[in-house]
């Protein structure tokens, strides 16, 4: 393995930053390839080596994979591929910068994170053209996760001087209770591809504001964007080893062996709630605390009351954010009989409307799917769907030739148990549902294994609270196509995760609370 040192003076330039003349081994830059696209971005700038303790490095055994244009299904880039011995290295190095991380003053760590607000802001651009490039996602989708990545850096710098701990007296009268807050330790932060940005501010902020360090493990897909957060990072002037990134096709042994390390005391980890399960099983041999962001099935409900042009663009947004490929997407459609023909009418409509095709070309409203298999699962989910009796109205065809795209589709007179009301669909696919009462609705609503979100439609302000307070999920959507807000408990039940990332909950979830009983 290199000496941790080996890159102590030369590394590649923060995205958007300037270009330096000099690099380490491991650290080449990826080609000025943007797929015939008008992108703006110095593509040639963004790092593609392992950045730990505060180095850029190649990995251990010199190995590097590709990274994919969903547009074109090509090689456009390829990064540093990190081994266990890697991810021992990073956990060494956010290990030996805890202590003093964790006794940098709470305003000094605050100051940090509005750095970096503020760098990411103005690179805004570049940021989103190059979630585009290795996500596939729309530009306008992609500069709206970039406002919303940010945004968790600005909201911890807040929160960072708001560790607030307590004291009382015992019912007694014996003693004082004293509880403070203090950081965790070491944190494994692994991330999804469908958010690669924004899932990973959601948990780089909240820890480093708590005074914890990190290994950030992003997902195989979408590893250039994480790069670019951590060269941004130590752009602004974050201290080396506070933050490690770790992009790896070996996931699994990596993330395991960093769970298996005792100086590890935190995982923190957004994707399916079956990696979850396997992620808690393995935390569990060393008793790590574990954040978990899993998967959902989301139900939007529309009553017959409803305001249909208000419900329909709250659906579009609903289901369509990120086309489709989000925990949060409305996933199963359930509306009143008396209303059910029209809005399926007008959804279809809405959906039919949508400019599909790469994501940097003007106008594009729906990039592809990230890979072939999501497309393939997709098409299987509508295919099964349709067998099982459902009519498609708009949609329904995996689209020919090159890059993953799937065409925004809507079904109709879906039966119960259709694969597609089952299954996290994470494409732009609509089954609606009709149904009779509100106790069918809230019965269809919280008959899944799931409970990240749900959306409610009517105008009767009564019933909407009621609903809500029926449905077994973590966060409603009364009225509203969209719930994500760093300020606010972003998080679900049952099998949709533990804990929860955004506002003063997401703070606390990186500390330990530790109670002194003392006397004066």
Known sequence: ???????????????????????????????????GSPARLRIDKVPTGLFVGGHWRPSSDGSRFDVMDPATGEKFADVADATTQDALAAVAAADAALPGWAATPPRQRAELLRRAFDLMTERAEEFAELIVMENGKALVDARGEVAYAAEFF??????????????????????????LH????????????????????????????????VVLKPASETPLTALAIGALLQEVGVPDGAVNVLPSRRSGAVVGAMLDDPRVRKLSFTGSTEVGRVLLAAASRTVVN????????????????????????GAMVAKMRNGGEACTAANRFYVEAPVVGEFTRRLAEAMGALKVGPGLDEGVQVGPLVNAESRDKVAVLVESTVRAGA??????????????YYPPTVLKDVPPGAPVLE??????????????????????????????????????????????????????????GVVSDPAAPFGGTKQSGIGREGGHEGLLDYTESKYIALAW
């Open 1 to 35: 393995m290199p000496s941790p040192d080996a890159d102590a003076q030369h590394h590649p330039a923060p995205l958007g930053g300037p270009q330096h003349q000099d690099r380490a081994e491991g650290d080449e830059s990826v080609s000025a390839h943007n797929s």
């Open 154 to 179: 600005r909201w911890y710098a807040e929160e960072a001087v708001r560790t607030l701990g307590s004291v009382q007296t015992a019912p007694s009268g014996s003693n004082k209770i004293l509880v």
């Open 182 to 213: 203090q950081p965790v330790g070491v944190s494994v932060l692994v991330t999804p591809w469908n958010f690669p940005a924004a899932m990973a501010t959601r948990k780089i902020g909240p820890a480093l504001a708590a005074g914890c360090t």
């Open 290 to 313: 574990c954040s978990m962001e899993l998967g959902g099935n989301a139900p939007f409900l529309v009553f017959a009351d409803a305001d249909l042009d208000e419900a329909v663009a």
């Open 391 to 404: 009519s498609v109205v708009t949609g329904g065809e995996p689209s020919a030739g090159r890059g993953y």
């Open 423 to 480: 299954e996290e669909i994470f494409g732009p696919v609509a089954p609606v549902v009709g149904f009779t009462t509100e106790d069918e609705a809230v019965d269809l609503a919280n008959a899944t294994e799931y409970g990240l979100v749900a959306y409610v439609y009517t105008t009767d302000l009564a019933r909407g609270l009621r609903v809500s307070e029926r449905l077994d999920s973590g966060m409603v959507g009364l009225n509203r």
